[in-house]
Every structure is written in C-alpha cells, then in structure tokens.
C-alpha cells in the first residue's frame, strides 16, 4: 500500500510532525500502537504498528515536499483451534445380575455393544491473514496525507 502527495509544506515543518511520535500515531493510529523504528535526517522514517509497518519519505519538490507514505501489513496467525479434552475411557457397566431362571438354564449372558471408534481428528494449519486488507490501509494512508497537508492554525487570526 502506498499513498504518494506535494504538499505544500516545508520539509522541516513535516519532519517535525512525522518523528513526534504522539502526532505520528495520531495520522496512522489505525495501524495500531505506532513506534518509530528508524530515521535518516529530514527524509525517512520507518515506523511500526500493530497492524502493519511502512515507512514515510520526503522529498523537496518544486512549491513543496513530495511526501510518499508506504505500509505492509502485518501477517497475524490465527489463533491456534482449542486442543480437545482427552476422553476418559469409558467402562463397561457391569453385567446385568441374572435370575433365577437365567441361573438354572445357564444361558449365556447378552454382551453390551462395543462403543463406536472416536473419529479421526483431522488439524488443518491455518494460513496467516493479514491483519489489514489493502483498501482499508490505502484510506488510511489518504487520510493521514490529508491531515498532514491541512493547515493548523488559522492565518491572520488575533
């Protein structure tokens, strides 16, 4: 996912912004809890979240700064299915008690089924998903271009 803009800012007014870490997470807060992990003076920052990392480039440009904003999701495993519970073996009940009769003829006594086999359990690995789908990273990385690009405060106010 990238999100490519001129704003009309100056280069260190950006940079400014983007290595705050409250004011970076504030623009790309979607992502997650956001850290910065790597910068180069007044060009790049490379941050992570929870979500997804990327990066942050500036550029000067003719009326401004070309600012790129990158993000790769973040690849989460699924959780793990429950194991199931251990069966206990399940013991026979005993023989029924035989009559009188049963004990004269001595006729052998009725055998209880056999319980049925437990089936198979068959685990199939799950495929990490990623955490956040395109779409939803492209808006955010909009977004953020078009707070940063907004003025904060208002011009000629007294």
Do not use: C, N
């Not at 003076?41 to 003719?62: F, I």
């Not at 399940?90 to 052998?108: D, H, Q, S």
């Amino acid at each position: 996912m990238e999100a490519k803009r001129t704003l009309v800012k100056s280069p260190p007014e950006l940079w400014a912004e983007l290595t705050d870490i409250a004011a970076l997470a504030r623009h790309l807060g979607e992502f997650g809890e956001i850290r910065i992990t790597r910068t180069e003076p007044e060009t790049v920052v490379e941050w992570e979240g929870d979500l997804a990392s990327g990066s942050v480039r500036l550029e000067p440009s003719g009326w401004g700064t070309k600012v790129t904003l990158a993000a790769l999701p973040v690849m989460v495993d699924p959780p793990p299915p429950p194991e199931p519970a251990p069966e206990e073996p399940v013991a026979p009940p005993p023989p029924p008690e035989r009559g009188f009769w049963a004990r004269v003829f001595r006729r052998p006594a009725e055998q209880p089924p056999a319980p049925p086999a437990p089936e198979p359990v068959v685990v199939v690995a799950p495929s990490p998903l990623p955490a956040i789908d395109a779409a939803t990273g492209e808006a955010v990385l909009g977004k953020a271009l078009d707070a940063l690009g907004a003025a904060h405060h208002r011009p000629f106010s007294r």
